[in-house]
């Protein structure tokens, strides 16, 4: 990552469509091969496509436009690229005094969590390819907001979902929560645990939901019949969901 970030010295502000070229969001991940490059090219920032960035900003626009109260709550970073663009969108829409709350293991998945033989094949299928890398830490996305005048009001917990979860403060809103942790127990555990703080009118998006090799979709379902409350999600690009709560 670092080559990538010596690169963007040159480059002065932290426009949105600058942001997204620099993260070099995939148009498309239709096939293992795109996965993998995804995965093997450093310089690639994101795993999430294009697509769910526009709706993200129509997200944006109407958590501005309302008026929203809350913090944002981003769950699963990894080089951080998806986190960094929203973050830029936020503040082109002067909603720079949001904290942004990052939450991630920095090392992978919480094994303890996974105990399907479905989602366990895909755990083999993802380190597979995730050992070959070095990970992302804590560190990286630091100096990365850093570079690209993102820093102020960023938060990075380090750590697994489900120790973490007590750092953001109890008493605090969330006007957006995003769960990018790939399986079905651990976007459960965050569901249950961060959408009582969300305000009215707030955003929920799970990025997993159509991604069938894990239980995220059932795990969802579940919570949405577990909460009895009146939740009709809409997609928002290839894998992603999201609703705001009413
Ligand atoms: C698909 S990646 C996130 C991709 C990222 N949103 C992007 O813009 O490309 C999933 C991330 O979730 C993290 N993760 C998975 N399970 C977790 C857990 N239980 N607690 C914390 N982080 C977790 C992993 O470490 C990994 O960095």
Redesign the pocket.
């Known amino acids: 990552m670092e080559s990538k970030i010596d690169n963007r010295k040159f480059m002065k502000s932290n426009d949105p469509s600058e942001i997204l070229r620099f993260i070099e969001a995939p148009l498309e991940v239709k096939t293992l091969k795109e996965f993998e490059d995804l995965v093997f090219e450093k310089t690639k920032?994101?795993?999430?496509e294009q697509m769910y960035f526009k709706e993200f900003d129509k997200i944006a626009k109407s958590i501005s436009d309302e008026n929203i109260k809350g913090d944002v709550v981003n769950?699963?970073?990894?080089?951080?690229?998806?986190?960094l663009y929203m973050k830029s969108v936020f503040e082109q829409l002067n909603l720079g005094e949001k904290k942004w709350w990052l939450?991630?293991?920095?090392?992978?998945?919480?094994k303890e969590?996974i105990t399907e033989k479905i989602e366990q094949e895909s755990l083999i299928w993802f380190e597979q390819y995730l050992c070959k890398v070095k990970q992302?830490t804590a560190q990286d996305i630091r100096n990365l907001f850093t570079l690209c005048k993102l820093e102020k009001n960023t938060e990075i917990i380090e750590?697994?979902?489900?120790k973490?979860s007590t750092e953001f403060p109890n008493n605090q809103q969330i006007c957006f929560l995003h769960i990018?942790?790939?399986?079905g127990n651990?976007t459960y555990f965050s569901l249950n645990y961060f959408y009582p703080m969300l305000t009215k009118g707030a955003w929920v998006v799970i990025?997993d939901y159509y991604l069938n090799s894990t239980l995220c979709k059932q795990m969802v379902d579940q919570f949405i019949n577990d909460s009895g409350a009146k939740i009709e999600p809409i997609r928002l690009g290839k894998y992603q969901i999201g609703w705001r709560k009413n």
Do not use: A, K, Q
Request: avoid cysteine; charged fraction near 20%.
């Open positions: 920032l994101t795993f999430i769950i699963g970073i990894y080089r951080g690229g998806g986190s939450f991630d293991s920095f090392n992978g998945f919480n969590t992302p750590g697994y979902i489900e973490t990018d942790v790939d399986f651990s990025d």
